[in-house]
């Protein structure tokens, strides 16, 4: 089976940075698509970036031009550069995967969940 883990969460002041790394293991045959989705307590899981298979990006308005994201096809990793942090950024950001592993369909995967807190 297919397992992420994600690193790079914690605590940083308005304005500042943080990237967050999620490695993706497994016999995996091929990945369709990779992103980012995040989740305030109380509200809906949002979208916030994702990347395509051709590199083709998709960001939520709320971060375009502060966040990146960004892959590592050789590492099976995906990465989310968080660059001028707001404080409605404090939100537990899950990594997202679709792909076929070897003799299996396509399906989609979750991370475990990484805390992001913006805070003076």
């Known amino acids: 089976q297919v397992q992420l883990v994600e690193s790079g969460g914690g605590l940083v002041q308005p304005g500042g940075s943080l990237r967050l790394s999620c490695a993706a293991s497994g016999s995996i045959f091929s990945i369709n698509a990779m992103g980012w989705y995040r989740q305030v307590s109380g509200e809906q899981r949002e979208m916030v970036a994702t990347?395509?298979?051709?590199?083709?990006?998709n960001y939520a308005d709320s971060v375009k031009g502060r966040f990146t994201i960004s892959r590592d096809n050789a590492k099976n990793t995906v990465y989310l550069q968080m660059n001028s942090l707001k404080l409605e950024d404090t939100a537990v950001y899950y990594c997202?995967?679709?792909?076929?592993?070897?003799?299996?369909?396509?399906?989609?995967?979750w991370g475990q969940g990484t805390q992001v807190t913006v805070a003076s």
């Open positions: 997202k995967l679709i792909a076929r592993l070897r003799n299996d369909s396509q399906r989609m995967y």
């Open positions: 990347i395509n298979s051709a590199s083709g990006t």
